[in-house]
Protein backbone atom coordinates (compact mmCIF):
# COMPACT_ATOMS: atom_id res chain seq x y z
CA UNK A 1 0.00 0.00 0.00
CA UNK A 2 1.22 3.92 -0.72
CA UNK A 3 2.46 5.70 2.18
CA UNK A 4 -0.06 7.57 3.62
CA UNK A 5 2.48 10.67 3.52
CA UNK A 6 2.58 10.28 -0.47
CA UNK A 7 -0.42 11.59 -1.24
CA UNK A 8 -1.51 9.76 -4.28
CA UNK A 9 -3.75 7.11 -3.04
CA UNK A 10 -6.24 8.34 -5.52
CA UNK A 11 -3.77 7.91 -8.02
CA UNK A 12 -3.10 3.86 -7.44
CA UNK A 13 -6.62 3.55 -7.36
CA UNK A 14 -7.56 2.45 -11.15
CA UNK A 15 -4.38 0.28 -10.58
CA UNK A 16 -5.57 -1.43 -7.96
CA UNK A 17 -9.01 -2.41 -9.02
CA UNK A 18 -9.19 -5.72 -11.69
CA UNK A 19 -10.16 -6.12 -14.65
CA UNK A 20 -13.69 -4.55 -15.55
CA UNK A 21 -16.04 -7.42 -16.21
CA UNK A 22 -14.26 -8.94 -12.96
CA UNK A 23 -16.14 -9.61 -9.68
CA UNK A 24 -14.62 -8.12 -6.45
CA UNK A 25 -16.94 -9.03 -3.83
CA UNK A 26 -18.88 -12.04 -4.08
CA UNK A 27 -21.50 -14.16 -1.92
CA UNK A 28 -22.74 -17.40 -2.16
CA UNK A 29 -26.13 -18.53 -0.83
CA UNK A 30 -24.94 -16.42 2.25
CA UNK A 31 -26.41 -16.34 5.22
CA UNK A 32 -26.38 -15.30 9.33
CA UNK A 33 -27.85 -16.59 12.05
CA UNK A 34 -28.25 -15.35 15.57
CA UNK A 35 -28.88 -18.41 17.30
CA UNK A 36 -32.11 -19.76 16.14
CA UNK A 37 -32.91 -16.39 15.01
CA UNK A 38 -31.90 -16.51 11.01
CA UNK A 39 -31.48 -13.15 9.83
CA UNK A 40 -30.33 -13.71 6.15
CA UNK A 41 -30.32 -17.07 4.03
CA UNK A 42 -29.27 -17.93 1.34
CA UNK A 43 -28.63 -14.70 -0.23
CA UNK A 44 -26.33 -14.35 -3.70
CA UNK A 45 -24.47 -11.27 -4.70
CA UNK A 46 -21.87 -9.75 -7.28
CA UNK A 47 -19.74 -6.55 -7.28
CA UNK A 48 -17.85 -5.86 -10.31
CA UNK A 49 -15.92 -2.60 -10.34
CA UNK A 50 -17.32 0.37 -12.40
CA UNK A 51 -20.72 -0.86 -11.05
CA UNK A 52 -23.63 0.38 -8.73
CA UNK A 53 -25.38 -2.78 -7.22
CA UNK A 54 -28.62 -1.35 -5.50
CA UNK A 55 -29.72 -3.37 -2.63
CA UNK A 56 -32.90 -2.62 -1.52
CA UNK A 57 -35.46 -3.45 1.24
CA UNK A 58 -38.04 -2.74 3.71
CA UNK A 59 -37.03 -2.48 7.64
CA UNK A 60 -36.25 -5.78 8.92
CA UNK A 61 -35.59 -7.45 5.49
CA UNK A 62 -31.72 -7.97 5.88
CA UNK A 63 -29.88 -5.20 5.01
CA UNK A 64 -28.59 -4.25 7.35
CA UNK A 65 -26.55 -7.53 8.48
CA UNK A 66 -25.80 -7.84 4.72
CA UNK A 67 -23.40 -5.03 5.33
CA UNK A 68 -22.26 -6.30 8.53
CA UNK A 69 -20.54 -9.71 6.80
CA UNK A 70 -19.23 -7.65 3.73
CA UNK A 71 -17.52 -5.05 6.15
CA UNK A 72 -16.29 -7.50 8.42
CA UNK A 73 -18.30 -6.77 11.53
CA UNK A 74 -19.82 -9.98 11.35
CA UNK A 75 -18.58 -13.24 9.91
CA UNK A 76 -21.63 -15.38 7.71
CA UNK A 77 -22.41 -18.64 9.21
CA UNK A 78 -23.86 -20.37 6.09
CA UNK A 79 -22.72 -20.06 2.34
CA UNK A 80 -19.29 -18.36 1.05
CA UNK A 81 -17.93 -14.61 1.28
CA UNK A 82 -15.55 -14.32 -1.37
CA UNK A 83 -13.06 -11.06 -2.33
CA UNK A 84 -11.25 -11.27 -5.75
CA UNK A 85 -12.33 -14.96 -6.05
CA UNK A 86 -10.66 -16.12 -2.96
CA UNK A 87 -12.75 -17.04 0.40
CA UNK A 88 -12.58 -14.76 2.85
CA UNK A 89 -13.97 -14.41 6.69
CA UNK A 90 -13.51 -11.33 8.20
CA UNK A 91 -12.67 -10.97 11.78
CA UNK A 92 -12.79 -7.31 11.72
CA UNK A 93 -13.40 -4.35 9.56
CA UNK A 94 -9.91 -3.45 9.52
CA UNK A 95 -9.98 -6.67 7.44
CA UNK A 96 -12.15 -5.31 5.36
CA UNK A 97 -10.12 -2.01 4.74
CA UNK A 98 -7.26 -3.88 3.92
CA UNK A 99 -9.19 -5.45 0.64
CA UNK A 100 -10.11 -2.35 -0.55
CA UNK A 101 -13.61 -2.87 0.90
CA UNK A 102 -14.81 0.86 2.87
CA UNK A 103 -18.24 1.73 4.46
CA UNK A 104 -19.88 5.20 4.84
CA UNK A 105 -22.88 4.62 7.64
CA UNK A 106 -25.88 7.22 7.97
CA UNK A 107 -24.06 8.85 11.29
CA UNK A 108 -20.73 9.02 8.94
CA UNK A 109 -18.31 8.60 11.44
CA UNK A 110 -16.90 12.24 11.80
CA UNK A 111 -16.54 14.84 14.17
CA UNK A 112 -19.16 17.86 13.80
CA UNK A 113 -16.93 20.30 15.81
CA UNK A 114 -13.57 19.30 13.76
CA UNK A 115 -12.85 20.85 10.66
CA UNK A 116 -13.75 19.34 7.57
CA UNK A 117 -10.09 18.62 6.35
CA UNK A 118 -9.45 16.93 10.20
CA UNK A 119 -12.22 15.10 9.19
CA UNK A 120 -11.18 13.97 6.16
CA UNK A 121 -8.30 12.36 7.70
CA UNK A 122 -9.82 11.19 11.02
CA UNK A 123 -7.25 8.47 12.17
CA UNK A 124 -5.00 8.35 9.46
CA UNK A 125 -3.39 11.65 9.48
CA UNK A 126 0.10 13.00 7.91
CA UNK A 127 2.93 13.35 10.26
CA UNK A 128 6.25 15.20 9.72
CA UNK A 129 9.21 15.07 11.58
CA UNK A 130 11.53 12.44 13.18
CA UNK A 131 10.64 10.26 15.86
CA UNK A 132 9.52 10.67 18.27
CA UNK A 133 8.43 13.76 18.05
CA UNK A 134 6.51 13.63 14.52
CA UNK A 135 3.81 16.45 14.41
CA UNK A 136 0.67 16.61 12.36
CA UNK A 137 1.50 17.75 8.54
CA UNK A 138 -1.52 20.18 8.90
CA UNK A 139 -0.39 22.22 5.28
CA UNK A 140 -0.46 18.87 3.69
CA UNK A 141 -3.50 17.14 4.85
CA UNK A 142 -5.60 20.66 4.20
CA UNK A 143 -3.75 20.76 0.14
CA UNK A 144 -4.52 17.17 -0.29
CA UNK A 145 -8.17 17.18 1.03
CA UNK A 146 -8.57 20.38 -1.14
CA UNK A 147 -7.46 18.65 -4.25
CA UNK A 148 -9.49 14.74 -3.64
CA UNK A 149 -12.35 16.67 -2.95
CA UNK A 150 -11.87 18.64 -5.78
CA UNK A 151 -11.26 16.01 -8.01
CA UNK A 152 -14.82 14.34 -7.02
CA UNK A 153 -16.10 17.56 -7.67
CA UNK A 154 -16.57 18.99 -4.44
CA UNK A 155 -15.63 22.95 -4.15
CA UNK A 156 -15.39 23.46 -0.50
CA UNK A 157 -14.53 27.34 -0.02
CA UNK A 158 -13.29 26.72 3.60
CA UNK A 159 -11.91 23.45 4.65
CA UNK A 160 -11.51 24.81 8.33
CA UNK A 161 -14.80 25.49 9.03
CA UNK A 162 -16.33 22.78 11.34
CA UNK A 163 -17.86 19.85 8.78
CA UNK A 164 -20.84 20.12 11.52
CA UNK A 165 -21.73 23.10 9.36
CA UNK A 166 -22.16 21.33 6.27
CA UNK A 167 -24.86 19.64 4.94
CA UNK A 168 -25.99 16.51 5.28
CA UNK A 169 -25.33 15.75 1.40
CA UNK A 170 -22.12 17.51 1.41
CA UNK A 171 -21.20 15.67 4.70
CA UNK A 172 -22.00 12.46 2.72
CA UNK A 173 -19.60 13.68 -0.08
CA UNK A 174 -16.76 14.26 1.76
CA UNK A 175 -16.97 10.78 3.61
CA UNK A 176 -17.53 9.17 -0.27
CA UNK A 177 -14.31 11.09 -1.29
CA UNK A 178 -12.04 10.17 1.99
CA UNK A 179 -13.05 6.54 1.43
CA UNK A 180 -11.67 7.04 -2.47
CA UNK A 181 -8.60 8.68 -1.56
CA UNK A 182 -7.32 6.23 1.22
CA UNK A 183 -7.96 3.19 -1.48
CA UNK A 184 -11.46 2.04 -1.55
CA UNK A 185 -12.10 -0.50 -4.56
CA UNK A 186 -15.67 -1.33 -3.03
CA UNK A 187 -17.93 1.41 -1.32
CA UNK A 188 -20.85 0.27 1.21
CA UNK A 189 -23.31 2.76 1.50
CA UNK A 190 -25.76 2.38 4.08
CA UNK A 191 -29.07 4.10 2.93
CA UNK A 192 -27.11 7.86 1.96
CA UNK A 193 -30.16 9.42 0.93
CA UNK A 194 -32.42 8.77 4.05
CA UNK A 195 -32.45 11.24 6.01
CA UNK A 196 -32.56 14.00 3.19
CA UNK A 197 -34.22 16.20 0.84
CA UNK A 198 -34.81 16.39 -2.95
CA UNK A 199 -31.90 18.31 -3.87
CA UNK A 200 -29.54 16.99 -1.02
CA UNK A 201 -30.68 13.69 -2.43
CA UNK A 202 -30.08 14.58 -5.80
CA UNK A 203 -26.32 15.60 -4.95
CA UNK A 204 -25.02 12.27 -3.31
CA UNK A 205 -26.56 10.23 -6.47
CA UNK A 206 -24.56 12.45 -8.51
CA UNK A 207 -21.56 11.40 -6.06
CA UNK A 208 -22.07 7.98 -6.35
CA UNK A 209 -21.81 7.97 -10.17
CA UNK A 210 -18.62 10.07 -9.71
CA UNK A 211 -17.41 6.91 -7.46
CA UNK A 212 -18.67 4.39 -9.96
CA UNK A 213 -16.85 6.75 -13.30
CA UNK A 214 -13.45 6.35 -11.01
CA UNK A 215 -13.78 2.52 -11.22
CA UNK A 216 -15.20 1.41 -7.58
CA UNK A 217 -17.59 -1.27 -7.26
CA UNK A 218 -20.52 0.82 -5.44
CA UNK A 219 -23.17 -1.02 -2.86
CA UNK A 220 -26.05 1.43 -2.89
CA UNK A 221 -28.36 0.11 0.69
CA UNK A 222 -31.47 2.18 0.31
CA UNK A 223 -34.83 1.89 0.64
CA UNK A 224 -35.88 4.12 -2.25
CA UNK A 225 -36.36 2.70 -5.75
CA UNK A 226 -36.67 5.78 -7.72
CA UNK A 227 -32.80 6.76 -6.29
CA UNK A 228 -31.48 3.54 -7.15
CA UNK A 229 -33.33 3.43 -10.42
CA UNK A 230 -31.18 6.61 -10.87
CA UNK A 231 -27.99 5.30 -10.77
CA UNK A 232 -28.04 1.75 -10.37
CA UNK A 233 -26.83 -1.30 -12.74
CA UNK A 234 -28.06 -3.84 -11.11
CA UNK A 235 -31.22 -4.49 -8.53
CA UNK A 236 -31.68 -6.86 -5.20
CA UNK A 237 -34.56 -6.87 -3.39
CA UNK A 238 -34.23 -8.61 0.18
CA UNK A 239 -37.72 -9.61 1.90
CA UNK A 240 -37.43 -11.51 5.14
CA UNK A 241 -33.82 -11.97 4.68
CA UNK A 242 -33.68 -13.83 1.30
CA UNK A 243 -33.29 -12.76 -2.10
CA UNK A 244 -36.59 -11.85 -3.90
CA UNK A 245 -35.26 -9.88 -7.52
CA UNK A 246 -32.19 -10.00 -8.65
CA UNK A 247 -32.14 -8.48 -12.38
CA UNK A 248 -29.87 -5.77 -14.28
CA UNK A 249 -31.20 -2.16 -15.16
CA UNK A 250 -32.40 -3.49 -18.43
CA UNK A 251 -34.27 -6.42 -16.97
CA UNK A 252 -36.60 -4.54 -14.72
CA UNK A 253 -38.40 -1.54 -14.78
CA UNK A 254 -38.64 1.12 -12.09
CA UNK A 255 -42.32 0.20 -11.91
CA UNK A 256 -41.50 -3.39 -11.36
CA UNK A 257 -38.51 -2.24 -9.09
CA UNK A 258 -41.15 -0.33 -7.15
CA UNK A 259 -43.83 -3.19 -7.07
CA UNK A 260 -41.11 -5.42 -5.58
CA UNK A 261 -40.06 -3.14 -2.86
CA UNK A 262 -43.43 -2.03 -1.86
CA UNK A 263 -44.51 -5.78 -1.71
CA UNK A 264 -46.58 -6.48 -4.49
CA UNK A 265 -46.21 -9.86 -4.70
CA UNK A 266 -48.73 -10.13 -1.50
CA UNK A 267 -50.49 -7.24 -2.86
CA UNK A 268 -51.08 -9.21 -6.13
CA UNK A 269 -51.84 -12.46 -4.12
CA UNK A 270 -54.19 -10.85 -2.30
CA UNK A 271 -55.82 -8.82 -5.17
CA UNK A 272 -59.24 -11.20 -5.14
CA UNK A 273 -59.86 -10.59 -1.71
CA UNK A 274 -58.86 -7.01 -1.64
CA UNK A 275 -61.66 -6.00 -4.68
CA UNK A 276 -64.15 -7.30 -1.82
CA UNK A 277 -63.05 -4.31 0.33
CA UNK A 278 -65.09 -1.27 -0.20
CA UNK A 279 -63.00 1.85 -0.87
CA UNK A 280 -60.00 -0.13 -2.51
CA UNK A 281 -59.29 0.77 -6.03
CA UNK A 282 -56.75 -3.02 -7.27
CA UNK A 283 -57.10 -1.57 -11.08
CA UNK A 284 -52.87 -0.84 -10.19
CA UNK A 285 -52.00 -3.51 -8.09
CA UNK A 286 -49.88 -5.76 -10.67
CA UNK A 287 -50.67 -9.23 -11.43
CA UNK A 288 -48.38 -12.27 -9.52
CA UNK A 289 -46.90 -13.26 -12.53
CA UNK A 290 -45.56 -9.95 -13.72
CA UNK A 291 -43.54 -9.54 -10.30
CA UNK A 292 -41.57 -13.16 -11.29
CA UNK A 293 -40.59 -12.61 -14.61
CA UNK A 294 -37.71 -10.43 -13.79
CA UNK A 295 -36.54 -12.99 -10.72
CA UNK A 296 -36.38 -15.79 -13.22
CA UNK A 297 -34.38 -13.49 -15.46
CA UNK A 298 -31.38 -13.43 -13.96
CA UNK A 299 -28.51 -11.89 -15.18
CA UNK A 300 -25.72 -13.90 -16.85
CA UNK A 301 -23.11 -15.05 -14.32
CA UNK A 302 -25.01 -14.11 -11.29
CA UNK A 303 -25.41 -17.34 -8.71
Same mark, same amino acid.
Given at each position: ?????????????? =????? !?????? @? *? &? +?? %????? #??????????????????CVLGDN?????????????????????FLVDGA?????????????????????????????????????????????????? =????? !?????? @? *? &? +?? %????? #??????????????????????????????????????????????????????????????????????????????????????????????????????????????????????????????????????????????????
Amino acid at each position: MTDKNSGTHGAILQ =DAAPE !KDGVIV @E *L &R +NA %GKAYG #NIRALHGVSLQVRPSQVTCVLGDNGAGKSTLIKIISGLHQHTEGEFLVDGAPVRFSTPRDALDKGIATVYQDLATVPLMPVWRNFFLGSEMTKGPWPVRRL =DIEKM !KKTADE @E *L &R +NM %GIILD #NLEQPIGTLSGGQRQCVAIARAVYFGARVLILDEPTAALGVKQSGVVLKYIAAARDRGLGVIFITHNPHHAYMVGDHFSVLRLGTMELTASRDQVSLEELTNHMAGGAELAALKHELAQVSGVDVEELPEQEDLTAPVAAAPEGTP
